[in-house]
């Protein structure tokens, strides 16, 4: 703007100055020329009277700077000054002659480029019918511009340089204030009045643009706060797959650091299943897949988005499904285990009953046939009473609560597994203080029954079997310990699963439905006991029950 | 607004990301059809033709972007280490390819643990992975690693070669069997290496300077 100010100021004063000076010569040269005429007009005025008086003989001793003709009335010269008049051509024809012989006198210029000069006649009728004329040559207004040259030269110059200045400056001056806008607070500012309209309008513009951008952020906020605060992992991406839009839970989901902006989602997984779902939804399907990372199980679900009938990009949803899958494995399995564990005895069941049936069994052993028959119903019955209570402690159908004294349990249970204890060579001692705990009856002599069934069983001959109580401040504890063949470490977390065994082959020989511990560990959640277990290979097994007395 | 320039050296990460994924892809693959048999070897080479497909694609990329673009600096080390890169990648898959071929030969012999075969095979994932990660990540520190763990796969493959050459002594082990095992070692050792020549290109298009074991340093561009 400066530099347009500046040149147009600077233009407008150059054509100014150039204009006027040649107005100016323009002028000047036409007053010099009405001049040269009234001269040559004095002149041949004073030169008629002279040779009105002493005729012809006047131009003897005549000097002038001038030139001047004497024509008589045909035309022929008869005197010039600064020629010979014989060698001169007859005259008549010229223009002030003709003219001066009708109307009496007359002007004439003519130009002669040889000589770059004009000639100014001026020619008079005399008295006697005669001509007089007189002629003077003047420089031509180019050749007065180009001798005035250097002046108008050195004007320009003058004048360019305080042209430059001078519009420069202006410049300046103009576009100060404009420059000077405070663009935030428009109307705050002082400068020209021109410009107020579009500054209320920059002003309004300002407070829309204002306004919208604090829609679009707390739109933004109230989008990441939801996305934030899911624990599902969320991406948005374009059709190149580069990462648009995340939430932090998608992150973690996927164990990735911050990402660029602008980077490709595949930097932060790029797992089969992964870019399969990705390519699907890319190519406008919806697609599903599930993605192992590790021991982590994620869900992705992946769904195109379109614009305009185009796939312009895809949203992805992560969750994490390993718990779901783990539950699912151990759900899989309990019901493989149960219809096994279900089978078995009915196939013995069914095996003994098709002897008998056929007539292949002597009759002598029939009896025991029917008690084998026998003893594998009860077997199935144990199971399903089993299978019955792991889900009524599923169910957690609230049991009556009451004063349980804890010595009197344990050794009542002692008691009950005197038989067996003795048949397997095994001594039960029940040792320490004698606390009471509030509880269900039933599932608190459950818990320690199984328990200590447990202890007989996985025993060796000649082992024993320790109930100990302790009545500690804060809390009561009762702990099993058996001199058995222990449990290996890495079967420790899972014997508390439904049928899970750590000696699988020899399940059948020590009996029972590998659902003991199970019910312990339920029993133990539905009563609030702090259930933990201890064991070393070869040495035996402690299991210690714990209750919080502030419970 | 991204120049066409940017938009097409982000494609070239991309596909770059998606190369090495197969490659991951195509090693582990080879290492269990090696342990568990079953599709997996096929799999593995169906893998491999896909790797191929994408080494074509991405150097066709590449001489588009050199030829139309004309990148210069940091974004022609790029350009030009991730055409060294691909083949290194493709030779990665052409070895597991390999390997997963042999695992058809060697599948009814039982392979003892203390071969440490397996720990090779985990190794030599570990080290794809990670060179594949360095380049995603861009992280100089785990391209260097990766050049450090190589040792780690040729320490491994000497303790197969003697454990091999100890079972063949033994006499009651396939001759023809522990030759291919050796093949499967070797590929798993030369896979190692070209790993970590995918470390080297990635050290390369970070700093500009191309570490080599070999020789001394060569500075780049």
């Not at chain 1, 050749?143 to 108008?152: D, Q, V």
């Not at chain 1, 500690?472 to 049928?499: C, H, M, Q, W, Y």
């Not at chain 1, 006991?529 to 029950?545: H, M, R």
């Amino acid at each position: 703007m400066i530099n347009r100010i500046f040149r147009t100021t600077f233009a407008i004063a150059m054509v100014i100055l150039i204009v006027a000076l040649l107005l100016f010569v323009g002028i000047l040269y036409g007053y010099f020329n009405d001049n040269v005429f009234t001269e040559l007009e004095a002149e041949a005025g004073y030169i008629a009277r002279g040779i009105e008086l002493s005729g012809i003989g006047y131009f003897d001793d005549f000097t002038t700077p001038n030139r001047v003709t004497y024509i008589d009335r045909d035309g022929d010269v008869v005197y010039d000054s600064s020629a010979n008049p014989v060698d001169m051509e007859n005259h008549a024809s010229r223009d002030e002659i003709m003219q001066a012989l009708e109307t009496g006198e007359s002007t004439s210029a003519r130009y002669s480029e040889t000589l770059s000069e004009n000639t100014l006649y001026y020619a008079m009728r005399l008295g006697n019918g005669d001509v007089l004329r007189v002629a003077t040559r003047q420089s031509s207004l180019f050749a007065l511009i180009m001798s005035l040259m250097p002046p108008i030269l050195i004007t320009i110059v003058l004048a360019a340089v305080l042209g430059l200045a001078l519009s420069r400056r202006l410049a300046r001056r103009i576009t100060e204030p404009i420059i000077s806008l405070d663009l935030d607070h428009p109307e705050d500012s002082d400068t020209y009045e021109e410009l107020s309209p579009l500054l209320r309008k920059l002003r309004r513009q300002n407070d829309m643009i204002k306004e919208q951008m604090s829609r679009l952020k707390k739109r933004q906020e109230e989008f990441t706060a939801i996305t934030e605060n899911m624990s599902e992992g969320f991406l948005l991406i374009d059709s190149q797959t580069n990462l648009l839009s995340y939430n932090s839970s998608a992150l973690r989901l996927l164990g990735a650091s911050d990402p660029q902006a602008g980077q490709s989602v595949l930097a932060l997984e790029r797992g089969e299943s992964f870019r399969k779902v990705i390519d699907e939804a890319l190519e406008g399907h919806h697609s599903e897949a599930l993605m192992h990372d590790g021991e982590r199980c994620y869900q992705l679900y992946a769904n195109c988005v379109r614009h305009n009938g185009q796939v312009v990009g895809a949203v992805i949803a992560v969750l994490d499904v390993t718990e779901r899958e783990e539950r699912e494995a151990l759900r899989r399995e309990f019901s493989a285990n149960v219809t096994h564990e279900l089978k078995t005895p009915l196939t013995s069941i069914s095996g003994f009953a098709e002897i008998m049936m056929n007539g292949i069994a002597s009759p002598g052993d029939i009896p025991e046939f029917a008690g084998d028959i026998y003893s594998e119903a009860q077997r199935l019955i144990t199971l399903v009473d089993d299978i019955l209570h792991l889900s009524q402690l599923d169910e957690e159908a609230p049991l009556p609560r009451s004063e349980i004294d804890l010595r009197a349990m344990c050794e009542s249970v002692a008691e009950r597994l005197r038989q067996p204890a003795d048949k397997a060579g095994v001594s039960i001692s029940v040792t320490g203080d004698s606390p009471t705990v509030t509880g269900a009856q039933s599932v608190v002599d459950e818990i320690i029954f199984n328990v200590c069934e447990n202890a007989v069983k996985y025993n060796r001959r000649g082992g024993n079997v320790i109930i100990s109580l302790h009545d500690k401040p804060g809390e009561v504890e009762l702990s099993v310990s058996d001199t058995g063949i222990g449990i290996p470490a890495a079967d420790r977390e899972r014997v508390f699963e439904r049928f899970y065994r750590v000696d699988k082959s020899h399940s059948k020989e020590i009996g029972g439905t590998g659902l003991g511990l199970s019910i312990v560990k339920h029993g133990c959640a539905s009563q609030g006991i702090a259930l933990s277990l201890e064991s070393e290979v070869d040495a035996g097994t402690t299991i210690t029950l714990r209750w919080n007395k502030k419970a | 607004m991204r120049s066409r320039f940017d938009e097409q050296l982000s494609i070239l990460n991309t596909e770059m990301i998606r190369m090495g994924a197969l490659c991951e892809e195509v090693i582990s693959l080879a290492s269990r059809a090696l342990t568990h048999g079953g599709d997996a070897a096929d799999r593995a080479i169906a893998v491999d033709a896909e790797i191929d497909r994408k080494e074509r694609d991405i150097e066709g990329l590449c001489m588009k972007l050199l030829l139309l673009e004309h990148p210069v600096a940091r974004d022609l080390r790029v350009v030009s280490s991730a055409l060294k890169m691909i083949s290194d990648m493709e030779r990665i898959g052409d070895q597991a390819a390999n390997i997963a071929e042999i695992t058809g030969y060697i599948s009814g012999i039982d392979v003892p643990e203390a071969l440490h075969i397996g720990d090779m095979a985990r190794a030599t994932v570990k080290m794809v992975t990670d060179s594949v990660d360095s380049f995603v990540k861009n992280d100089l520190d785990m391209a260097r690693g990766v050049m450090k763990y190589d040792d780690v796969v040729d320490g491994l493959f000497d303790k197969v070669k003697n454990g091999l050459v100890d079972l063949i002594r033994g006499g009651n082990f396939d001759a023809e069997a522990a030759l291919d095992l050796l093949m499967v070692a070797k590929y798993f050792e030369r896979i190692g290496d070209h790993a970590v020549n995918v470390a080297e290109w990635v050290e390369y298009s970070i700093t500009g300077v191309r570490s080599n074991n070999e020789t001394s340093e060569v500075s780049g561009i």
